[in-house]
């Protein structure tokens, strides 16, 4: 088994390599006071994030509303500060504790509300990687984040996601196509580092004007998502992926 660690970070500098993939990438940088308020300064609105925590736990928005106003969101919480000085010590506190900062994509919205994308890819000691299954995940009301028992949201097809979104003008099939393509390619450059693992739980998105994007990569995906869907069948198919894996 490989000794690299499975943290976000770790995955993002793994990934980071490939130029391919590095313009689907939101910049990300460790998180030191210093980071936080350069990559604040250039994209207005960041995510800072636990680098080993999974299901959106610790994750918060810090958005600069002028120039001593800021919002910092958790969960549906919003709190106001109008001192540089109280931000950095909400700042101080998540860097003691491994966190990283990373550039705040403006996620395409489903009647409103955000959404982002569950993309799995999958392989057996047989075959090669594969896209299984693919959702949509449209954040609760009020929520910045996706993960449905933290924000009570919901789960569609991409499909509809994307019928009911300011993406609805574009070529659904060229959409869907191009995020096979990143997700394979994601899977691929990170199969070698982490040969042990044979399911991958893509977590990408759409922006408001179409561009793709990867968020994360679970290693350890919650499966029981797909049971969502209207159509079982995807479901099952990525299950006996996982029985053929376990049966070598």
């Not at 600069?64 to 506190?93: F, P, R």
């Not at 499909?159 to 196509?177: I, M, P, V």
Request: contains cysteine.
């Amino acid at each position: 088994m490989s000794s690299l660690s499975t943290s976000k970070w770790t995955k993002y500098k793994v990934l980071h390599r490939s130029e391919n993939i590095r313009v689907h990438l939101p910049e990300t940088r460790w998180l030191t006071v210093d980071a936080f308020w350069q990559m604040l300064a250039k994209y207005s609105q960041v995510i800072v994030k636990p680098t080993g925590s999974y299901g959106g736990n610790g994750v918060i928005r810090i958005k600069q509303i002028d120039a001593s106003t800021y919002a910092i969101q958790d969960g549906a919480k919003i709190q106001t500060l109008s001192k540089a000085e109280d931000v950095t010590a909400t700042i101080k506190k998540k860097a003691a504790r491994n966190y990283i900062v990373q550039q705040c994509v403006s996620l395409a919205k489903m009647n409103g509300r955000p959404f982002d994308l569950r993309v799995m890819v999958q392989r057996t000691p047989r075959t090669k990687w594969q896209v299984t299954g693919k959702l949509a995940k449209v954040a609760g009301k009020g929520f910045i984040v996706t993960n449905i028992r933290r924000s009570n949201g919901k789960v569609v097809t991409v499909g509809n996601a994307l019928r009911h979104s300011e993406l609805a003008d574009k070529n659904t099939a060229d959409l869907l196509a191009l995020l096979h393509t990143v997700a394979l390619r994601t899977a691929k450059l990170l199969g070698p580092s982490y040969r042990w693992v044979k399911t991958m739980g893509i977590d990408m998105a759409f922006d408001n004007q179409g561009r793709i994007w990867i968020i994360e990569v679970n290693f350890a995906p919650m499966l029981e998502l797909f049971l969502r869907l209207p159509n079982k069948s995807v479901y099952h198919t990525i299950k006996s992926f996982h029985a053929r894996r376990k049966s070598r």
